[in-house]
T-cell receptor, first 112, second 110 residues
């Protein structure tokens, strides 16, 4: 059974810092890995999708990497801004692309 | 708005009542998912449709829960005889390759 963990559970940084969020999964036979952002009381917003044949994806100030062999993905946020404050969730997607297993999330606060 | 739409956004109901939620996916997406999320946790898988066929159901989906997707378009999730433990955010997602989520329906059972 796939299990996904995220470290740290919470992170508070001053504006402008670069930061890394970590995601680990137990079963390396994943189809894709997707990172999401969730604002309080809201749904999930897709940030980046990394397909199993890819090693990383970039969008603006965000870069996500995937190492299937070690069961890890990282989300790098450059030059953080207060508007980046949210919970960041990763989801490992099974080998048939049908089932998303989510981590508990990292709650990020960027202080002005 | 061409994203995933969920209605209602909030629902407060008395214990024992039945509730129904609706999800309108992105029109060209064949796959539709329902998830449940409680405070401080990641979403937990409930069920999955490929077009109108319900292909997988979680053990979390007790016999009080039923989901449909008639004609492979919108989907409904019904909870019968609600319990306080059903209080949660219910999220719907649709997918081709990348998954897109709706804003969720927050259910409070009092």
């Amino acid at each position: 059974k796939q299990e996904v963990t995220q470290i740290p559970a919470a992170l508070s940084v001053p504006e402008g810092e670069n930061l890394v969020l970590n995601c680990s999964f137990t079963d390396s036979a994943i189809y894709n890995l997707q990172w999401f952002r969730q604002d309080p009381g809201k749904g999930l917003t897709s940030l980046l999708l990394i397909q199993s044949s890819q090693r990383e994806q970039t969008s603006g100030r965000l870069n996500a990497s995937l190492d299937k062999s070690s069961g890890r993905s990282t989300l790098y946020i450059a030059a953080s801004q207060p508007g980046d404050s949210a919970t960041y969730l990763c989801a490992a997607i099974d080998n048939y692309g049908q089932n998303f297993v989510f981590g508990p999330g990292t709650r990020l606060s960027v202080l002005p | 708005d061409t994203g995933v739409s969920q209605n209602p956004r909030h629902k407060i109901t008395k214990r024992g009542q039945n509730v129904t939620f609706r999800c309108d996916p992105i029109s060209e997406h064949n796959r539709l998912y329902w998830y449940r999320q409680t405070l401080g946790q990641g979403p937990e898988f409930l069920t999955y449709f490929q077009n109108e066929a319900q292909l997988e159901k979680s053990r979390l989906l007790s016999d009080r829960f039923s989901a449909e997707r008639p004609k492979g378009s919108f989907s409904t999730l019904e909870i019968q005889r609600t319990e306080q433990g059903d209080s949660a955010m219910y999220l719907c997602a649709s997918q081709n390759t990348e998954a897109f989520f709706g804003q969720g329906t927050r259910l409070t059972v009092v």
